[in-house]
């Protein structure tokens, strides 16, 4: 998603990746202390592999990429309950078929967490548009992330990437 590039900057700033503050266990992510499950990771992954090997990502990287869609769709799920604002479904589909993700909204399980990233895309987008800043606005969220995953370069912004659901960030690479 192209405006995901611009956007996440502000926003993950706040990412934490202390090891002794890190999700243990069969949680997968921490966002301002809403757990994500590894169950829920691995079945959005189920749904959404046939696409995604489709578009050539590597059996590997799969999970690393659903994970980073359901930090988004929780920032996303976050802002909408702390600021009311609510894009509409036929705004999210509209974004899809901008983005090419389309494929990916086929499977339900898969859908649900790129929705967030649209759902995420169109808030910044609308902040964006008003002028205002996210920080000013949500605060810069609390990102765990579990060690098993291994540590997301933020200065980089590599877990970014192309910004765009339809192409996989070939370039991003883990850190142990």
């Keep these: 998603?192209?405006?995901l590039v611009?956007?996440?900057?502000?926003?993950?700033?706040?990412?934490s990746l202390l090891a002794g503050c890190a999700p243990?266990?069969?949680?997968?992510?921490?966002v301002n202390g809403v757990s994500i499950p590894d169950s829920r990771v691995t079945e959005a992954t189920d749904g959404c592999a046939s696409v995604m090997r489709d578009l050539g990502v590597p059996e590997g990287q799969m999970h690393l990429q659903v994970?980073?869609?359901a930090v988004f769709d929780e920032v996303a799920?976050?802002?909408v309950a702390a600021s009311g604002l609510q894009p509409t479904q036929a705004e999210l589909l509209a974004e899809a078929r901008i983005e090419g993700a389309e494929d990916l909204m086929a499977d339900a399980r898969c859908a649900q967490l790129v929705s967030g990233v649209l759902r995420y895309n169109l808030l910044a987008a609308a902040l964006a548009a008003s002028g205002t800043q996210w920080p000013d606005t949500f605060g810069a969220p609390d990102i765990k992330i579990n060690p098993r995953y291994g540590v997301w370069d933020l200065p980089d912004v590599t877990w970014a990437g192309?910004?765009?659901l339809s192409q996989f960030d070939q370039n991003y690479q883990?850190?142990?």
């Design 1 to 3: 998603m192209k405006k």
């Design 6 to 15: 611009g956007s996440v900057v502000l926003p993950i700033l706040g990412l």
């Design 24 to 30: 243990t266990g069969g949680t997968a992510a921490v």
């Design 67 to 69: 994970l980073r869609w």
């Design 77 to 79: 799920r976050q802002f």
């Design 162 to 164: 192309t910004g765009s």
């Design 174 to 176: 883990p850190q142990a």
